[in-house]
């Protein structure tokens, strides 16, 4: 049997929120035929992950069942639905507005934040260690790359930038509240 | 002489330098100048800042653009999710007046400005369009007999509608790239599935991204490849990282050994192994390696 859904779970707001991102308003013109979700990789692995289901949801407005669904995780962003939709709707590029939203209502996985922070610390989300320093040795490198890990005022613009665009703060570690 | 800034990205030069030699060398051997991008960060990673934060996800894509803008010289990238981010935000920031202002503001903190004076390319669509299979075939001198499992990875060739470059479904440039080496692309179930890595899945649940990954595998496997021939160091850790956690979680083996198209082009243009890193995979296959040895006869060392 199916959940009812109650219009009372409708926001209207969010829904305007998520038609922020250009296009993303193609969702309404969506006709049911699941080209997307059944050529879905993900969806072939984990049929809780339904990207059609996701976008109706949005279009409703059903911002908390969406939001703390753990399936929005999911996508790999292969665009494979993106391509095949004979309506032009935005999956991916919609789905990503979404989780935006969801990391404003402070929504986020500890490992997304972890990567977050390598960026933050490094300007690299897969940073240098000590094992591919010997590896870029043995091949005839520097055993520094010639980017943020060599130029310290690099790194230091990088950690600027994410500083005014309020970035840090976002993705801090949250202090534990019972 | 061509004359690009190398984008180096954070996985090829922190956990697979041979792509990064292998790049320089080869392309080197087709007359195409590659210049150190310094100071370039994380392209960022789409996955997971698209994810987050559009604004920083753009304005660092743009600080990096701005790197080579100074410089006078378009980007190459190595790497399909680098190649999205940057190739995206380019576009986002040539075409959108209002947003190009906002990240502007945040760019002329540090220092920089975005003019949108370039363009970010990709290693293999700037082969196939700028070079050709031809003249790639022609600077080949160990032709390499191999049987190849080509993965194009997702971020070249989609959204289309921002790569321009010709069917996602069966596209058959890069193809034609790894023939002109002298390798079979050997057709298999399924070739454009993604790897499952991407869009921070690796990150975020990496046990369902894995099945993703064996189901690539088991196609690869029964069509009875050599190798794995890939262009993003992303797929090329999802495939060789992700076989040995595949081993322990799922008591799977395949023993694929992962080549990067630069590696497979140094191999075909005699570059000595030692340079190429493919050693250096955590996969690494005895049987491919004679194979190697004796296609090179006395190019290895």
């Known amino acids: 049997m199916s959940d009812i859904i109650k219009t009372s779970d409708f926001d209207m707001e969010f829904r305007d929120e998520v038609f922020k991102e250009p296009d993303a308003d193609k969702i309404t013109l969506c006709f049911n035929c699941t080209g997307c979700t059944s050529g879905c990789p993900m969806a072939e692995q984990e049929p809780e992950y339904n990207i059609r289901k996701f976008l109706r949801m949005a279009n409703l407005g059903m911002k908390d069942a969406l939001l703390n669904s753990p399936y929005l995780w999911y996508c790999t962003t292969c665009y494979k639905c993106q391509e095949r939709c004979p309506q032009g709707v935005k999956n991916v590029d919609t789905l990503l507005k979404i989780r935006t939203i969801a990391i404003d209502n402070g929504i986020m996985l500890d490992n997304h934040r972890k990567v977050s922070q390598l960026v933050i610390k490094f300007g690299h989300a897969v940073p240098i260690n000590d094992d591919a320093k010997e590896k870029r040795k043995d091949v005839g490198l520097d055993d520094t790359p010639p980017t943020v890990h060599k130029f310290e005022d690099a790194l230091g613009e990088v950690q600027k930038l994410i500083k005014i665009t309020g970035f840090d703060e976002l993705v801090a570690d949250k202090e534990e509240t019972s | ?301």
Not at chain 2, 3 to 31: D, H, M, Q, W
Not at chain 2, 263 to 277: D, F, H, I, K, V
Request: net charge negative; aromatic share 6%.
């Open chain 2, 1 to 301: 002489m061509s004359k690009l800034s190398f984008f180096l990205g954070c996985i090829a030069p922190n956990r697979y330098p041979g792509i990064e030699v292998a790049t320089v060398k080869t392309l080197e051997k087709l007359g195409i100048e590659l210049v150190d991008l310094k100071g370039a960060s994380c392209c960022p990673a789409p996955g997971v800042f698209r994810s987050f934060d559009k604004i920083t996800w753009l304005a660092l894509a743009s600080r990096n653009v701005t790197l080579s803008e100074e410089m006078g010289l378009d980007i190459l990238t190595v790497c399909n999710g680098c190649f999205g981010s940057l190739v995206d935000a380019n576009n986002i920031m040539k075409e959108d007046p209002g947003l190009k202002e906002e990240v502007n503001k945040i760019l002329k903190e540090i220092g920089h400005e975005f003019k949108g004076t370039i363009e970010v390319r990709h290693i293999i669509e700037y082969l196939s369009q700028e070079v050709g299979p031809e003249k790639i075939k022609a600077a080949v001198t160990i032709p390499m007999g191999l049987n190849v499992a080509l993965h194009y990875g997702c971020h070249l060739v989609k959204p289309s509608k921002e790569r321009h470059l010709g069917s996602v479904e069966n596209p058959r440039f890069f193809d034609e790239l790894v023939e002109a080496t002298g390798a079979t692309s050997v057709d298999y179930e399924d070739k454009m599935a993604c790897c499952g890595a991407g869009g921070g899945a690796r990150t975020a649940v990496l046990d369902t991204s894995l099945q993703m990954v064996v189901n690539k595998l088991e196609h690869m496997k029964a069509a009875g490849v050599d190798c794995i021939i890939d262009a993003c160091p992303f797929c090329h850790l999802q495939f060789d990282v992700g076989q040995t956690e595949v081993k322990k979680k799922f008591d799977k083996v395949y023993d694929i050994p992962v080549v990067h198209y630069s590696q497979l082009l140094g191999l075909a243009m005699g570059l000595p192994l030692s340079e190429l890193g493919i050693d250096q995979n955590l996969i690494v296959n005895e049987e491919f390696n004679k194979k190697i040895e004796r296609i090179r006869g006395g190019a290895n060392e």
